[in-house]
């Protein structure tokens, strides 16, 4: 039975139901030891103890934990989580200075939901995000994302509920797993024996509702944790199941062009001056909408048989389903302008037009045929792309085994296995619309583009020329890891060195993509077998200038034509690829301490073998394979000076190195007349990066702290997109040749910058804080074929010179608040359709409200995005607009408790 309820009598409703369960993950336990720190405890961090009661102690302990690390880290705890509106992991590690979000995985603009976490600047690839010390892999429901085979996680897949503590490594120490060149965000979860009773059930209850959807969804979350009286055994399990749906409304511009002969010869002979112009021929207006349900949960046990001995195995596994369908109502002067590349008596010219600099800033057609003959000239076409069962997913089996054999030898084992698997299936539909009057004028960065098209609102397929145009895919990405280490610390009577830490890592990886072109049967493109039957119109558009009312089809009808007329048995194999991975890594660090002067130094050794097998260019699977190994020595040094016990200065040097992208790896497409070739390049080397920081923080009080700090880092081998040659088998000749590749190669980078944070407690329960950090990241090495190279753009994927974040909170025994402003500035967020895509400039603003009803149980309002953003993005400059997309506030209400 469906029922239909105003937001607020839904979020009510829900309240209700959730008033007999009894709390919230946030409010639980203390946080766990990190996992570095597991690997290496030093003194201050074994005496650790802070109970979380609210945002003040828990804004005291992460200060407090910051403070006495002996490398730069930041930590967010569960209850900081809890006090603002976060509903995944990304959502709280925004706030922290240096740390960039983005609500997708690459150009294909946002989603309303902080999806990506890279840190300084930097691609999010050189990021590494570990799950209580260990890898963990995700795939992506997006397309793209899964076909670029990406190494940065999706923290769609990580509800802010399994938060125990994240701490962020902004530098390297040699006991931590390699991977991470800028630095590393382990998600610590929480352990069933650090619980304080010996009986803990939690839940939440939220009503989630999305303003652009118009619609209210729930959202739950349980955990449940017991020990026994002598704590020797322990079971927490946590559960989720959270579903919301999207509205995206957005304009797109995928193809910008200068205005040339090849398909506008009488425009060009009648008006010689917009020859060479730019221009845009495909404008769309685009409705993108989704239901996503995220659901999943994760299981500790942990038993302590002997007061030297601790054994915790846990497994975890999460799925949001993504099912999603894209409309795209585009405008096309192209094919007006060339008459359907007829010849050049027929084609158009425009009724009027507009020159502003080197771009066409408007353009009409007029309301009648414009030549002698439109029966095969569309002025418009719509895309309409459905991805029924599109998913991603992530999971691990974990164990951990602590030992102490003696009083100064203890040991740690961990053996797992971790997975994810991603999934899109698209049925593409494609109709050409019979020519009509049209209008566009843009207005660059400003606003989205006026555009109108006369029969925008009818379903009018042209009737000269085939009307139908579609495509199908069904893609899958398999990733997974094998892993096993070994650490051990010994405990010295030496004054200057207080202890040793050593260890072993071997992890097996291996990620493959299976991509199925769909074949359409007899009679998929005729008009008696269109998906008529559901028929529908855009809703009204929150963006200015589109075409709400225009006309398009429902998800199910497009559906149900796929199902009837679409079958996958045929290998896309140029695109497919299985890559492996063996690395084994050895290290050993001290810690060491001299008066006021303390820290850890150490060498992390690290061997990798890497097979690449990537699609052969012939119709069978006949892979061309590529084996490479190489050898790290990744030394780290970090250095506390504790001029007093407020003032702390902080040095670190470390070189570092990550492996690149699995997609710049895998994938091969060869052109055999014309000796060129696209895809991968599996003789790509990691990114090596030598890494320095220095930064001084004052903690003069318990709840406040400021802090400054600069860092640089020297890529030698950053990947770009460029030109190398290659040798591979041509099939026209029969024989080796050389080719021209167009593909990832390596080349130098670097980036300069620095971080600036304040946390201030004014007392009476209120408090604010503020960062900012500057980054200048760049290429500097100019590889051929670059942009860098060919037209001096040297820009760095994913830099933005300037974020920053404003917060401020009060809290007293009933009621707490919080809001929060995160800004970051414009950045090359990646390539797509061959065309820089850069993002705008965006901040956002968010808010929470908490009432206690008793001490266990309490009231949630929180909101995001409150501030409606628009997320802008432009291609070469922003008199080139690629796209605007308005996703909408979101609002949740809720209940939480505790027992």
């Known amino acids: 039975m469906k029922i239909q309820q105003t937001p607020i009598a839904s979020a009510v409703a829900l309240a209700l139901m959730g008033a007999a369960l009894a709390a919230h993950a946030q409010q639980a336990a203390p946080a766990p030891a990190s996992a570095a720190s597991q690997a290496a405890p030093s003194p201050k961090e074994e005496v650790q103890t802070v109970t979380v009661t609210g945002i003040r102690a828990s804004l005291q302990q992460s200060l407090t934990q910051k403070r006495n690390a002996e490398s730069l880290v930041e930590v967010i705890t569960a209850e900081d989580v809890g006090k603002m509106p976060d509903k995944n992991v990304a959502d709280s590690l925004q706030r922290i200075p240096g740390v960039g979000v983005a609500t997708a995985g690459g150009a294909e603009g946002g989603f309303g939901e902080n999806d990506r976490v890279a840190l300084r600047g930097t691609p999010s690839f050189l990021t590494l995000t570990t799950l209580n010390g260990h890898t963990v892999s995700t795939g992506d429901w997006y397309v793209d994302n899964i076909t670029s085979g990406g190494r940065s996680v999706s923290y769609s897949l990580f509800p802010s509920e399994l938060i125990g503590r994240v701490t962020v490594y902004k530098t390297s120490q040699a006991n931590i797993v390699e991977g991470g060149g800028v630095g590393t965000v382990d998600i610590e979860t929480r352990k069933p024996l650090s619980f304080q009773t010996g009986l803990s059930a939690m839940a939440s209850i939220e009503a989630a509702y999305t303003e652009a959807a118009k619609k209210t969804d729930p959202q739950v979350s349980a955990l449940f944790n017991w020990k026994n009286e002598p704590g020797t055994v322990g079971v927490l399990v946590q559960a989720f199941h959270e579903k919301r749906h999207l509205q995206r409304f957005g304009q797109e511009f995928l193809w910008w062009d200068k205005v040339a002969t090849w398909f506008a010869p009488a425009w060009i002979a009648a008006n010689p001056e917009v020859e060479g112009k730019n221009i845009s021929l495909l404008t769309g207006s685009v409705l993108f909408q989704q239901e996503r349900v995220r659901k999943g949960g994760l299981i500790d046990v942990q038993v302590k048989p002997t007061s030297d001995l601790t054994l915790d195995a846990s497994g975890f596994y999460s799925r949001m389903n993504a099912t999603n369908i894209n409309a795209n109502f585009m405008l096309s002067p192209y094919q007006v302008l060339s008459n359907n590349w007829s010849n050049d008596a027929n084609s158009a010219v425009p009724s009027s037009y507009t020159v502003t600099g080197d771009t066409i800033t408007s353009l009409t057609f007029p309301a009648n045929c414009p030549v002698a003959d439109c029966s095969k000239m569309g002025a418009s076409v719509q895309d309409v792309i459905s991805r029924p069962g599109s998913y991603m997913e992530s999971k691990f089996l ?121 074949t359409l049967a007899d009679g998929a493109g005729d008009l008696a077998n269109a998906p008529t039957g559901g028929l529908t119109h855009f809703p009204s558009s929150p963006l200015p200038n589109m075409l709400s009312g225009a006309w398009t089809f429902s998800a199910d009808s497009v559906n149900a034509w796929g199902d009837r007329f679409v079958s996958f048995a045929n290998h896309a194999y140029q695109s497919e690829f299985d890559i492996r991975e063996k690395t084994s890594a050895a290290y050993v660090m001290a810690d060491y301490g001299v008066g006021a002067m303390s820290g850890n130094v150490g060498l992390r050794l690290v061997n990798s073998k890497v097979h690449v097998e990537n699609g052969s260019p012939n119709n069978v699977w006949a892979p061309v394979i590529n084996d490479s190994s190489y050898t790290d020595v990744l030394p780290s040094a970090n250095l506390r000076y504790e001029f007093s016990k407020s003032l702390i200065g902080r040095a670190a040097l470390s070189r570092t190195m990550a492996r690149p992208e699995i997609g710049s790896l895998g994938a091969l ?21 030598n890494n320095f920081d220095l930064g001084i923080e004052w903690y003069f009080s318990p709840k406040s702290m400021v802090s400054a700090g600069v860092f640089a880092m020297n890529m030698s081998t950053y990947v770009t997109y460029g030109q190398y040659k290659a040798t591979y088998f041509n099939q026209s000749l029969g024989h080796d040749a050389e080719y021209n590749m167009s593909a990832a190669t390596n080349t130098k980078a670097e980036v300069r910058g620095f971080e600036l944070a304040y946390v201030q407690d004014l007392g009476n329960g209120f408090g604010f804080n503020a960062n900012y950090t500057h980054s200048d990241g760049k290429e500097t090495g100019k590889a051929p074929g670059s942009a860098c190279e060919t037209i001096g753009n040297c820009d760095m994927v994913g830099n933005s010179k300037n974020t920053y974040n404003l917060g401020a909170f009060f809290e007293n025994d009933l009621f707490n608040a919080r809001v929060a402003y995160n800004y970051r500035s414009k950045f090359l967020n990646g390539l797509n359709r061959n065309s820089a895509i850069y993002q705008d400039a965006i901040g956002t603003v968010s808010a929470s409200l908490g009432y206690k009803i008793t001490k266990n149980l309490s009231l949630t309002l929180e909101g995001k995005d409150l501030n409606d953003p628009t997320l802008k993005s432009y291609a070469a400059t922003p008199e080139q607009p690629r796209a605007f997309y308005k996703n909408g506030r979101q609002f949740f209400f809720g209940i939480r408790g505790q027992i």
């Open 669 to 689: 497409s060869l052109q055999d007349i014309q000796g060129t070739g696209t895809g991968g390049n599996p003789k790509l080397k990691p990114i090596r990066s």
């Open 398 to 518: 974990n164990l951990d085994a602590d030992y102490r054999p003696s009083e100064k030898l203890s040991i740690k084992g961990k053996l797992g296995t971790t997975r994810g698997t991603g999934h899109a299936r698209d049925y593409g539909y494609e109709v050409w619309n019979a020519y009509s009057g049209s209008t566009i004028t843009l207005h660059g960065l400003d606003a989205p583009a006026n555009v109108s098209i006369d029969n925008a609102g009818t379903f009018s397929p042209r009737t000269g020329a085939p009307f139908f145009g579609g495509w199908a895919s069904d893609i899958t990405t398999n990733d997974k890891e094998d892993y096993a280490q070994a650490d051990a610390t010994l405990r010295l009577d030496m004054e200057a060195v207080s202890a040793l830490h050593f260890g072993v890592r071997f992890a097996n990886h291996r990620r493959t993509l299976t991509w199925l072109g769909g």
